[in-house]
């Protein structure tokens, strides 16, 4: 069994991914990304002999965060000598950085892993979404070429699920907003998800650009709140 931790572009982020998947591939005729989903691998492909354990750890992970925020700013590539990749370039808050880091610390030792990536330190890490693959070593500087003279817009985002596969098939997946773990049928359904997109919308917009650009929110003080009681 071959498992993989990651989270999917929900939104404008998925759409504005999608268009550009679909935009190389007619211009292009890159195939790696055909009829896949734009998503941001956390952790593996791995394997492991305690799948329930490794939910439970997981789950366990989740629970101590609330809201998790990163970007999506421009494109950026791996020139990998055997297979290169074109991929959105993903600005991680720190608390992404964090949990992504636990995350492998957690599992490491109950998996597996078979990529490299799950060794790296906290700040070594490369956060990227993948628009192309595998087949465009020798479409590289054309695509980069195209891919320079649009203008990419910076999108700012909630880690709104964690999703964990097997085979390639949602086994779980942690709903950051409802903080729980739901099951193929609850991660596919699409009433449950408008609950999440509800709670969402429920935090006000102020709140969520501070937490986004790692700003606390003011504290009143003491005093201040006298002043405020006599007020009202």
Not at 112 to 119: M, N
Not at 158 to 172: A, E, F, H
């Amino acid at each position: 069994m071959s498992y993989l931790i990651e989270f999917r572009l929900r939104g404008f982020a998925k759409r504005y991914s999608q268009g550009l998947i679909k935009e190389l591939g007619y211009k292009f005729k890159t195939k790696g990304m055909k009829n896949k989903k734009s998503h941001i691998t956390l952790y593996g492909p791995f394997t492991t002999n305690n799948e329930k354990k490794m939910i439970s750890r997981v789950l366990k992970l989740c629970k101590e965060y609330d809201r998790i925020y990163f970007s999506i700013k421009g494109i950026n590539y791996f020139n990998n000598p055997k297979n290169k990749v074109v991929y959105l370039d993903i600005v991680p808050s720190e608390d992404l950085k964090e949990f992504r880091f636990k995350l492998a610390s957690i599992l490491k030792k109950i998996t597996k892993t078979k990529s490299k990536e799950d060794v790296k330190t906290k700040n070594q890490f490369s956060f990227h979404s993948t628009i192309a693959f595998k087949d465009i070593d020798y479409k590289l500087e054309k695509i980069l070429n195209h891919l320079k003279r649009k203008n990419h817009p910076k999108i700012r985002q909630t880690l709104l699920r964690v999703t964990i596969l097997k085979n390639g098939k949602i086994l779980r997946e942690y709903d950051f907003l409802l903080n729980k773990m739901l099951n193929r049928g609850q991660a596919l359904s699409k009433n449950i998800f408008r609950e999440t997109i509800s709670k969402l919308k429920q935090e006000p917009l102020s709140r969520k650009m501070n937490k986004s650009r790692g700003i606390k929110p003011k504290q009143t003080s003491i005093w201040n709140k006298i002043k405020l009681f006599f007020r009202t």
